[in-house]
């Protein structure tokens, strides 16, 4: 089944240690979101990718950077992780921007 | 005023009721709008696109009116499942997509 893949499912990491979170698709999809949601808050677009085309969001702290080598991977490192960046972590893809997203199962991160 | 607004509820509503609830948007030249259901400590899941025309499929039935602004999402014959924050996003004339914070919904046996 065509799909997205979040790796790992849960993340734990000490203050300042840089993480990385892997993303995956099978849907051949152009388009591929990273973005942050906290408890009982709306998903926060951090980034997107159309293509290899990177659009950041204003407000996207630059702690947060994002690659993505080919159309199926994309990744979501943060240099120095803050306890105030513990969040689920969703990642997104759809065929054409701002279209109909699907997102993977989440990375949820946990800073000590 | 927030560019996307839904009232966060809980809705409680009893098995087999009909419910709706509307999100509401500032930007009237939005041109896309969509419905998510999330459930707790889930991914959000595509519950369906809202067209101008509206549409239905099944149960639920998605509307859009653009003159004031809004979109709703109406649940018949609710279902134990469906139990979920339900979350609308609108993609904006300035190359946006905006989420809104959700509408809780409980179904009560």
């Known amino acids: 089944d065509a799909m997205v893949i979040q790796n790992p499912r849960y993340q734990v990491t000490q203050f300042g240690k840089p993480v990385t979170l892997s993303c995956s698709q099978t849907l051949n999809h152009n388009v591929m979101y990273w973005y942050q949601q906290k408890s009982s808050q709306a998903p926060k677009l951090l980034f997107h990718y159309y293509d290899k085309d990177f659009n950041n969001e204003a407000d996207t702290p630059d702690n947060f950077q994002s690659r993505r080598p080919n159309t199926s991977f994309c990744f979501l490192d943060i240099r120095s992780p803050g306890l105030g960046d513990a969040a689920m972590y969703l990642c997104a893809t759809s065929g054409v921007q701002y279209n109909e997203q699907f997102f993977g199962p989440g990375t949820r991160l946990t800073v000590l | 005023r927030k560019e996307v607004e839904q009232d966060p509820g809980p809705f409680n509503v009893p098995e087999g009721a009909t419910v709706a609830f509307n999100c509401t948007y500032s930007n009237s030249a939005s041109q896309s709008f969509f419905w998510y259901r999330q459930d707790c400590r889930k991914e959000p899941k595509l519950l369906m696109s809202?067209?101008?025309?509206?549409n239905e499929d099944g149960r639920f039935t998605a509307q859009l009116n653009r003159a004031s602004q809004y979109i709703s999402l109406l649940i018949r014959d609710s279902k134990l499942s469906d139990s979920a924050t339900y979350l609308c996003v609108v993609f904006d004339s300035n190359y946006q997509l905006i989420w809104g914070a959700g509408t809780k919904l409980i179904i009560k046996p």
């Open positions: 809202v067209y101008s025309s509206g």
